[in-house]
């Protein structure tokens, strides 16, 4: 009998992970808001990533303490540390207040999702691992799909986020919550051998390992560049539907993800992975040479189709290259290259910006998404399982 994928821990981790992904997903006008609270340029892009810088040396802190084990209080505390951080920067108009609830609200968040991480490989069959983080990365995407348009048609503009992230405390304190409906598992009574400083610098000391960690990098830090600078890009170049190209290329990404499930599964994941970093490369790179709105529309289903396979392929790799035992560990090493990924790139988008323009902030975010793909390649083959 084949196991199944979707049983009861494995949907409610899913909705656990959605809460806060959607909480993420509310400050996509983030930049604009900073901006009219009058905040100086020069700070505006640390502040874009100050949550990711938290969560980076957080996560680096907690990856070896968080086990199947000791899941459940991390993910608790962390729901309600993000809540108070969600009240924090919705009440907070002054730099150093609001930089500070951005730190806390960094450390909030990695808490819950390094605590989901260890639970998730719990309930994913060894040999349905691109359909498992295609489901989660699918996940994730939800809200980035569904909250750009919705302010549009809902009117919130910028100068209301203050009020919408208040209200978004409300969901962080959900994710906890539902703690109290997810069946316990054997595993949570057992030591993981992988969660250990020991197992950190063993993972970290792994050829193939290390590529995939630093394509994660590189990944996330051209993405991020895209996603905060995109609406300051659109205001210029006189683009009012701005938000449509997220709402397309997460389309684009969902799809990819819900019905290529099978295939991740079956084919080399490093060449699919290269392939596609390769092409969500070359379309962001265009971005700014195609500034009118249908341009921008091709260029996001591109990128959609692009990031869509590429980013649950490095978890699905990272997870077949992993030992047994040793997938939640690495799992969270990876999350913690998603989050230098997130600050290192507004970070970088934010000098690019100021010394080049947006132009040379999407060509840095297209650097970036190339260096990925090559590093993909220098993973040597993995063992391919087919369901």
């Known amino acids: 009998m084949g196991a199944s994928l979707f049983t009861r821990p494995f949907l409610l981790l899913l909705t656990q992970f959605l809460a806060v992904s959607t909480v993420v997903a509310f400050f996509f006008p983030l930049q604009e808001y900073l901006k009219l609270l009058g905040f100086p340029a020069a700070s505006v892009g640390f502040i874009l990533g100050a949550d990711a810088l938290a969560a980076l040396v957080v996560q680096f802190l907690i990856t070896p303490l968080v086990t199947a084990k000791t899941a459940r209080y991390w993910l608790l505390g962390g729901s309600i540390v993000l809540a108070l951080a969600l009240f924090l920067e919705g009440s907070l108009t002054g730099e150093l207040g609001f930089t500070t609830a951005r730190l806390l609200q960094g450390a909030g968040f990695v808490c819950v999702v390094a605590a989901l991480m260890p639970l998730f490989v719990l309930c994913i069959p060894r040999d349905m691992s691109g359909r498992a983080f295609g489901m989660i990365s699918l996940v994730r995407l939800v809200p980035y799909a569904a909250v750009p348009p919705l302010f549009d048609l809902l009117g919130i503009v910028p100068s209301a986020l203050g009020s919408v992230i208040r209200w978004a405390a409300l969901l ?216």
């Open 172 to 387: 962080a304190l959900l994710a906890g919550v539902l703690l109290w409906w997810l069946p316990r598992f054997p595993q949570e009574q057992e030591e993981s051998p992988g969660s250990s400083f020991a197992g950190v610098r063993e993972s970290l000391t792994d050829r193939n390992l290390l590529l995939l960690f630093g394509a994660t990098v590189l990944l996330y830090a051209g993405y991020a560049l895209v996603f905060f600078f995109l609406k300051g890009f659109g205001r210029e170049q006189g683009i009012s539907s701005v938000g449509l190209f997220f709402t397309a290329a997460t389309v684009v990404m969902m799809v990819a993800r819900l019905f290529g499930g099978r295939l991740f599964d079956r084919y080399d994941k490093r060449r699919l992975n290269a392939v596609s970093l390769a092409l969500s490369a070359g379309a962001v790179a265009l971005l700014p040479l195609l500034a009118h709105s249908g341009g921008l529309l091709l260029l996001a289903l591109l990128c959609g189709l692009g990031w869509g396979v590429s980013m649950p392929l490095l978890n699905a790799l990272i997870f077949d290259i992993s030992q047994p035992g040793r997938q939640g560990l690495n799992q969270n090493l990876s999350l913690l290259m998603l989050q230098a990924g997130f600050f290192l790139g507004p970070l970088l988008g934010g000098l690019a910006q100021a010394d080049g323009g947006y132009r040379l902030v999407f060509t840095v975010a297209g650097g970036f998404l190339m260096a990925a793909a090559g590093a993909v390649l220098l993973v040597k083959k993995v063992a391919v399982k087919t369901a």
